[in-house]
């Protein structure tokens, strides 16, 4: 057992902070120019892609969890690439083994046989909690998390020949027509008929909803809305639930105790399976577990299916649908196929980035590290009227920025000027939330002490300057 960590300390008066020391130096970067770059962008690729901050960055190199500019300027990796680089850029065990396996074979697919699948899905499943079930499941590999989801919920309507689905409010589950219709997020919907079979429940949100962080009996008092949902919406019976274990893309929403452990008895008694999106959540991210529903729901509570990406390979296009061998059963009726899923490059730097989770204990560092970031935020709230809300696990951190904690009225404004004020002063960090007012902060699970300090700086810097 390690003892209560000590906070980062909060910043003397005078000059910004300084970068924790790194021993790399980038490599001279000699292709086009920022305007060039972004000048190509327009022309050539579509409009709806977005950049982060008025003058956006341009990011040539990546070391572990630091990111440089074209110019070599050094930033501090607070949100991984969207909470996708889980060891770290480049780290070296990950480029080891992609590189042999490049030499060695590029691509083939799942009509031939190749080791790196078979014995990524071996260690995998092993990594679920013995006897759940999940421990003996199947993979469906994909190439991204939205893809996985989208698999698990057509998985879930033939085993249980259901066709409703439920989902939260505030959710993301990815950009496809279909997960769009999961998704529950407006900024994130395209004009266009979606989400057909699919109902939105009441989103379990301690901070603005009815029931708050000192409700011991909120998790309940929430999932009740799945019941009058199910009563009033469908057929009486649906195919799947799907939730995330903390809302990622929504601003941190952690789902309270309880919620889980209910919902997924209403489920199923209904006759439909549970789905955990763990796309952000999972691979040790939260600290006290290796997977979210682990640390959310508790003891004896255990999904049906897992859908997972992001931390799965460090930065590969990468996903996966993790299901138990009955429910996966259901999709043997017919052929199922995926070019590039099980590509064996994408096995290789999946395995090798496992490896090193495992290896170097990166759940472990997770819960300490994050539990020493989360008292260094839990003093910026206490110092600063503006931070209403520090919430989530281990390095799955989210930090709302309110204009005052008495109507806790969203403060959009002031959290994009800290959000951009971060950056200048060399912290990239993510922003979410329906209304864009929570700063996200998952970096790279290698993070230091000094990285946690430095940032707590910045930020009271950033925050102190909007009053």
């Given amino acids: 057992m390690t ?25 001279p970067y000699t292709g086009p120019s920022k305007e060039e770059v972004l000048a190509m962008r327009r022309e050539f690729l579509t409009p709806a892609l977005i950049t982060y901050y008025k003058d956006p960055v341009m990011i040539v190199e990546g070391k572990m969890q630091y990111l440089f500019d074209e110019k070599g300027r050094r930033y501090l990796d607070m949100f991984a690439g969207i909470v996708t680089v889980s060891v770290g ?38 990594t679920f909690p013995k006897g759940s079930g999940l421990d003996k499941g199947v993979c469906y590999f994909t190439n991204s998390g939205g893809e996985a989801n989208d698999l698990a919920i057509m998985m879930a309507r033939c085993k249980t020949g259901a066709f409703d689905v439920i989902a939260l409010r505030n959710a993301y589950h990815g950009m496809s027509s279909f997960t ?21 429940a009441r989103l379990p949100d301690r901070y603005r909803g009815q029931w708050g962080y000192d409700d011991a009996d909120a998790g309940r008092k929430y999932a009740e809305d799945v019941l009058d ?14 939730a995330e274990p903390i809302q990622g893309v929504g601003g941190t929403i952690e789902l309270p105790p309880g919620y889980l452990a209910e919902v997924y008895r209403i489920i199923r008694a209904a006759g439909g399976l549970c789905i955990s999106d763990e796309v952000q959540t999972g691979f040790g991210r939260m600290g006290d577990a290796f997977w979210g529903f682990e640390s959310i729901g508790g003891a004896g509570v255990v999904p049906d299916i897992v859908t997972m990406a992001k931390g799965i390979g460090n930065g590969a296009p990468l996903g996966c649908c993790v299901a138990k061998p009955e429910v996966a059963a259901a999709m043997a009726k017919r052929l199922h196929f995926n070019t590039y899923g099980g590509n064996p490059v994408s096995m290789a ?16 560092r997770a819960r300490e590290i994050g539990a020493y970031l989360q008292e260094g935020l839990r003093d910026l709230q206490k110092r600063h009227g503006i931070v209403g809300d520090v919430r989530g696990r281990g390095l799955m951190l989210g930090v709302e920025i309110v204009e005052d904690r008495t109507s806790k009225a969203p403060a959009t404004a002031k959290c ?24 996200r902060i998952k970096p790279p699970m290698c993070i230091t002490r000094a990285d946690c300090e430095f940032l707590c700086r910045v930020l009271d810097i950033a925050i102190g300057e909007q009053r």
């Avoid at 009563?231 to 799947?240: E, F, H, K, L, N």
């Avoid at 730097?349 to 204990?361: C, F, P, R, S, W």
């Avoid at 004020?421 to 329906?434: A, E, F, Q, S």
Wanted: hydrophobic share 40%; with cysteine; charged share 15%.
């Fill in 3 to 27: 003892t209560a960590p000590s906070k980062p300390s909060a910043p003397g008066v005078g000059a910004a902070p300084q970068l924790p020391p790194f021993d790399h130096k980038p490599a």
């Fill in 89 to 126: 850029h480049c780290h070296p065990k990950v480029l080891e083994a992609v590189r042999r396996q490049n030499e060695l074979l590029q691509h083939t697919t799942t009509i031939y046989l190749h080791p790196n699948i078979a014995q990524f899905g071996k260690k995998l499943v092993s």
């Fill in 180 to 200: 769009m219709g999961l998704s529950a997020i407006q900024s994130w919907k395209q004009p266009i008929p979606h989400g057909f079979g699919i109902h939105h």
């Fill in 229 to 242: 949902l199910l009563r009033s919406a469908t057929p009486g019976q649906v195919a799947a639930f799907i």
């Fill in 349 to 364: 730097q999946g395995m090798a980035t496992l490896d090193v989770i495992l290896e170097e204990k990166i759940q472990e």
């Fill in 416 to 439: 994009a000027a800290v959000f951009e004020r971060c950056k200048d002063l060399g912290v990239l960090v993510g922003k979410g939330g329906p209304n864009g007012n929570v700063l």
